[in-house]
């Protein structure tokens, strides 16, 4: 535990005393939204919705393929043989969940200022949006981690990455068009405990796997 | 001494699906009665026992992949490949006889069912592991990571392909309603169509096991002269 919050704490120094990274991303929303502004105006909230989670599979890729990217070889090995795989592949998923959920909030708060507000219940779409921030970035955490073995860069993560991301994404959309109405999904949370089941199946898989990765 | 006896057994049955496929009568309630089937629902005996044969090769392929990370031999590797290359051959025959098939019945090649997503899914997740596998020269990592991606996409995608079904309806059988299953619709099937169709995917399991086997050995033979 104390090797997780370490390794954290660690990326989170890389981020305030790089931050060209963090803003660099923060840049990538911001210019990305911009431009969907001026191509589209302000779409009807089916378009919204289905804009607003596409953006956010393209800023996952990229805020989440640095992190694996952005350390060299032997640093790596040497956090490998300090903190061991598993502590530092759930660090990577936690500070890379963090990130994300910070990104959706703030391209969230972009898409309602630029692209018009349809949201019924902004407060559940909060929580959608935190929790799909979640399961985005831990399917790309792992990926990046597979992309960055290969010495391939965020291009192999998104061949590699949207066809498995399909099913999160396909739940998160059927999730949050219920805030865009007063209407009652059926089994709504069967559908939220999917999503986490999801998650869950994927955390295990790679804290299992990560192992073999970095195995040398 | 190779054991050539399934192979005799696989082209027996494949002979007698075709046979009986093209000639037995179907059940007139569900070919002629209420539905717009006729005599296109024979597919049947050949459409769905080639995504039988692609489940089934790709989970010997994740057989092997972890066979990989337990003990690093390149034999388990190739293995691991030509089965995933063999399961992805018989899965683009399963989206194509499925393609014609559902353009004179459903009207439309492609109308976004959810089985066809997740058969082009499929493809889409092995064509990204051939892809991933060739950017490495490397042997022993490419073997490692190739095997370590097939083994996290198989395990996302068997619980998509059972979640998706049920999420929309879909013009498959047992699809009617919101009730979508992620399997066959049992009640749609009549004994001597099942008396077809089990034999049907036993003996395409079967062939698609021996053209892996076929390519496997060539593979090894290249392997030996490279290393030689």
């Known amino acids: ?216 | 001494m190779r054991q050539y006896w399934w192979k005799i057994l696989s082209i027996v049955l494949l002979i007698y699906t075709f046979i009986a496929g093209l000639l037995i009568p179907l059940p007139y309630e569900t070919a002629y009665a209420s539905s717009n089937l006729y005599e296109s629902m024979r597919n049947f005996f050949f459409h769905v026992p080639m995504w039988f044969s692609q489940l089934a090769l790709i989970t010997v392929s994740l057989f092997y992949s972890i066979k990989y990370l337990r003990n690093p031999n390149p034999t388990y590797d190739i293995y691991a490949t030509e089965f995933a290359r063999t399961g992805t051959v018989l899965g683009v025959l399963g989206l194509i006889t499925g393609a014609i098939w559902a353009q004179y019945t459903w009207g439309a090649a492609w109308s976004n069912d959810p089985k066809q997503i997740g058969a082009a899914i499929a493809l889409l997740i092995y064509v990204a592991y051939f892809v991933l596998r060739n950017s490495m020269p490397d042997m022993d990592k490419r073997g490692r990571v190739a095997a370590v991606y097939n083994i996290f996409a198989y395990f996302i995608y068997i619980p998509m392909i059972l979640i998706l079904p049920r999420l929309t309806e879909s013009l498959h059988p047992g699809g009617k309603g919101s009730e979508g299953n992620p399997g066959l619709g049992g009640s749609s099937l009549d004994a001597t169509m099942r008396l077809v169709f089990w034999p049907g995917v036993l003996g395409w399991i079967l062939l698609s096991t021996w053209i892996s086997t076929l390519r496997l050995r060539v593979r090894l033979l290249e392997e030996k002269k490279h290393s030689a």
């Open chain 1, 1 to 216: 535990m104390n090797h997780i919050l370490t390794l954290i704490k660690k990326d989170l120094l890389l981020e305030v005393r790089q931050q060209y990274t963090f803003y660099g991303i923060l840049l990538y929303v911001a210019s990305t939204i911009f431009v969907l502004y001026l191509a589209m105006g302000q779409p009807e909230e089916k378009v919204w919705n289905g804009l607003f989670w596409m953006i956010q599979l393209f800023i996952c890729v990229n805020a989440v393929a640095k992190s694996f990217l952005q350390e060299s070889q032997g640093r790596m090995l040497y956090f490998y043989t300090v903190a061991g795989a598993r502590d530092f592949m759930l660090s990577k998923l936690l500070f890379n969940a963090g990130l994300m959920v910070l990104m959706s909030i703030v391209s969230l708060l972009l898409f309602q200022l630029l692209m018009g507000n349809p949201l019924q219940n902004p407060f559940r779409f909060i929580g959608f949006v935190c929790l799909g921030g979640c399961s985005l970035s831990l399917v790309f955490t792992f990926l990046a981690a597979i992309a960055a073995r290969a010495r391939q860069g965020a291009a192999l993560m998104a061949i590699l990455g949207f066809p498995l991301i399909i099913p999160q994404v396909l739940l998160l959309m059927r999730m949050s068009n219920t805030a865009f109405a007063d209407v009652i999904q059926a089994g709504l949370w069967q559908i939220i405990f999917l999503l986490i089941g999801l998650d869950v199946l994927v955390i295990a898989l790679a804290i299992i796997l990560f192992p073999f990765l970095w195995k040398d």
